[in-house]
């Protein structure tokens, strides 16, 4: 596994355009990312993971302008996408009818617009990336497998699970060890807040304040 600086990321580019799997630090912790248009490459992420493909991986995206060709955007997701992207949030978002979903994203699937180094990678890959946290999938995951925050941490990964990382993108320390926020977006209904992580909840209530904001249980 190589190991990248952050100005090396259009090396990490050519990688994922080969079909390669690239470990990529967060605010939050490391991801495994490859392109999701590549089965083999995806099944590759589902694989080093233990993960069912019955769960699916995030679909990460350069911009909310993407999102709005690929999805069916509802105006509570239109406001989302305006007022916290790029971030650390997530949307579950049904695809537009005239779009094929991607198998390893699922549908609806669940949507990021990152920003920092994964950000960055993305614009620079030209096309959605599937992703993942750098660590073993529950219930296969035991109380030691932590998702990784150094790339130090994420070669351990590489080492016990022979994953196939083709390089690791050294950001130094991810500080917030934490989830994504996630909010359920249907299409023509409100958005409901499904977890709450890096994003607060209060700043989803007032991106959507013009709406009344998500059903927060």
Same mark, same amino acid.
């Given at each position: ?6 100005a090396? @990321?259009?090396?990490? %580019? =050519? #990688? $994922?355009?080969? &079909?390669?799997?690239? /470990?990529?630090?967060?605010? !939050? ?43 069916? @955007?509802?105006?509570? %997701? =239109? #406001? $989302?996408?305006? &007022?916290?992207?790029? /971030?650390?949030?997530?949307? !579950?978002?049904?695809w ?44 296969? %995951? ?8 150094? /790339? ?20 130094g ?9 996630i ?17 607060h ?17």
């Open positions: 596994m190589d190991v990248l600086t952050p090396q @990321l259009p090396d990490a %580019a =050519r #990688l $994922l355009a080969a &079909g390669q799997m690239v /470990a990529v630090p967060t605010p !939050r912790w490391y991801m495994l990312c490859a392109r999701a248009a590549d089965p083999a490459a995806t099944n590759a992420v589902f694989r080093a993971k233990q993960r069912p493909t019955a769960k699916p991986l995030l679909l990460v995206l350069d911009s909310p302008a993407t999102a709005e060709i690929l999805f069916d @955007l509802s105006a509570d %997701a =239109r #406001l $989302l996408t305006c &007022g916290l992207w790029p /971030a650390d949030l997530a949307l !579950r978002l049904p537009k009818p005239a779009v094929e979903p991607v198998a390893a994203v699922g549908s609806p699937a669940l949507v990021g617009c990152p920003d920092g180094i994964l950000g960055q990678l993305v614009a620079l890959a030209g096309e959605p990336l599937a992703a993942a946290v750098c660590s073993i999938s529950t219930p296969a %995951a035991g109380e030691k497998d932590h998702p990784a925050l150094t /790339a130090g941490q994420v070669a351990v990964f590489e080492r016990t699970m022979r994953a196939g990382i083709a390089a690791v993108v050294d950001g320390i991810c500080p917030h060890g934490r989830h994504m926020t909010v359920d977006c249907p299409a023509g209904a409100a958005a409901r807040l499904e977890r709450e992580g890096a994003v909840a209060r700043a989803v209530e007032a991106a959507l304040a013009p709406t009344g904001g998500p059903h927060v249980g």
